[in-house]
């Protein structure tokens, strides 16, 4: 397991905070020592106003060591994020991170399925770009069922190819990362169904050879991470899942973040905060969350 990550206080300067959708937002940070240290599966801690006792938690995107910059998708759903909406170029807000364990990067003869719901996309875009780098093949699912943040391309359909005239995350296209998008309403492009029943087909359309080598990593809405755990147990695979939990101090010390996960004496509860966020997918004792 990867070791947790070594955070640090400091203090971060917007430089956008770029609207996607009408209640998703990109924001970019300048924080290099953060930067540097960050890896895909670490979050930090913000505060988003100096009304708000606690922070809250945000998976990292991505992060330029060069630039020193740090990239967070978030999505309005309280009143810490509605003061983020407002933020603008220049503001400087307290940060602290990176925190957590980061995903384990596969050998490189291994093919990844990666399976993102919402905002849960966020760490697995930064991670699929670094398994393109160690030679990992890739497959990038996202379950969509509101407006596309992101750009959406016409998609070269493959072999045993699921969709009809496929559509594909353009950021991924352009590296030459294989993605496809899905949703419960009928969409050009998309396939039509959840995003695990989209994983379930791929993984019955793949030889025997190739599932033996396949990993399954997932990140989003819980009912959806339950539905990617029981995928893989289906197909006998292992991979991991990054858990989103409501966080407060963000270094262990509240245990207020825990998940149940197995152990050798059964399973117990572990603090997603520093045990995780990123734990094996079938370590995780769904039937308790």
Known sequence: MCQPASSRQTTATVLFNKQLTPNQYLLRLHAPDVAKESEPGHFIHLNCHPSL???????????????????????????GTEYMQSWQAGL????????????????????????????????????????????VEITVL????????????SATPL?????????????????????????????????????????????????AEQR???????????????????????????????????MACGFGGCAGCVAPIKSAEGWGYQRVCTDGPVFAINDVVWEKI
């Open 53 to 79: 006792t606690l922070p809250r938690p945000f998976s990292i995107m991505d992060a330029d060591v060069e630039m020193g910059t740090l990239d967070i998708f978030y999505q309005v759903v309280g009143e």
């Open 92 to 135: 400087e807000t307290p940060l602290l991170g990176p925190i957590g364990r980061s995903f384990r990067v596969p050998d490189a003869d291994r093919f990844a399925l990666l399976i993102a719901g919402g905002i849960g996309y966020a760490p697995l875009d930064f991670f699929a770009r670094l398994l393109k780098k160690t030679g």
């Open 142 to 153: 996202l379950g969509i069922e509101r407006e596309a943040p992101f750009e959406l391309i």
């Open 159 to 207: 072999p045993h190819e699921l969709i009809e005239n496929p559509i594909t995350l353009a950021r991924l296209q352009e590296q030459d990362i294989v993605s496809r998008v899905a949703s419960l309403q009928p969409k050009p492009g998309f396939f039509h169904g959840y995003v695990t029943e989209l994983a379930s087909g791929i993984l019955q359309n793949i030889s």
């Open 212 to 246: 033996l080598k396949t990993d399954l990593y997932c990140c989003g809405p819980t009912p959806m991470m339950k539905a990617a755990a029981a995928v893989a147990k289906e197909f006998n695979l292992g991979g991991q899942v990054s858990l989103e939990e409501h």
